[in-house]
């Protein structure tokens, strides 16, 4: 079974998500650690309470992002990692990591990529009027919110939406789209072709856009 591990930094809704599929048996991987540079965060009680190994490595304590890259790099593979996933995890990764996880590194952002990339994409998305937005499962590479990109599901944004609605709303969609990518890479049915994820099998049936008419 693929062993995967999770780097966190803060409260880990995401990791949760994961957490509860491969409880109830509809994700087959095994979750061999999580990883947070922040000390305390909730994202490690929740993989403690799910009896998943924890460790802190706090990124202040290395001089270079390639340095605290490569002591991530060591306590993955001493845990065995062969798929590292991204859950609201704050630090930008450097060639080290991606480096020794060659095509084996996944993120989720809350928007549509390449819409509003970056730090507040929920916040960027109201401000800036879109009718749709959503969420995005795709491999990392060297550049922000770029690489291949894996799963997407949308969501509708009104006028009367918040910051905070979306970001609720996106979240239910981050939810589900983690643990399918999980499941597609551990069943080993993607493919990258260059940009583009060819997925074996056809992609899993997500729930279509809740599209109002306005
Ligand atoms: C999510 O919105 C994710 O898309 C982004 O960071 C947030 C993490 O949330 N990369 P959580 O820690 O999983 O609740």
């Given at each position: 079974m693929l062993t995967v591990g999770i780097l966190i930094s803060g409260s880990g809704t995401n990791l949760q998500a994961i957490l509860d599929r491969v409880a109830d048996g509809s994700l087959r991987a095994r979750i061999g650690l999580v990883v947070s540079n922040r000390p305390g965060v909730l994202g490690l009680e929740r993989a403690a309470a799910a009896g998943v190994p924890t460790q802190?490595?706090?990124?202040?304590g290395y001089a270079r992002r390639e340095d605290f890259d490569a002591a991530l790099v060591d306590t993955l593979r001493r845990a065995g990692v062969e798929l590292v996933v991204l859950a609201g995890f704050d630090r930008l990764i450097t060639r080290v990591l991606l480096g020794a996880f060659r095509d084996r590194v996944i993120n989720i952002h809350p928007a549509l990529l390449p819409a509003f990339k970056g730090l507040h994409a929920q916040r960027q998305a109201v401000e800036y009027g879109v009718r749709v937005t959503g969420a995005t499962v795709h491999f990392v590479d060297e550049d922000v919110d770029h690489g291949p990109i894996i799963l997407q599901g949308a969501v509708a944004v009104d006028p009367d939406d918040t910051v905070d609605t979306v970001t609720a709303r996106v979240l239910e969609v981050e939810?589900?789209?983690?643990?399918?990518?999980i499941q597609l890479f551990a069943d080993g049915r993607l493919e990258?072709?260059?940009?583009?994820?060819?997925?074996h099998g056809g992609a899993p049936a997500l729930p279509p856009p809740q599209l109002r008419p306005w």
């Open positions: 802190v490595i706090e990124h202040r939810h589900r789209l983690y643990p399918a990518a990258i072709a260059g940009r583009r994820v060819r997925v």
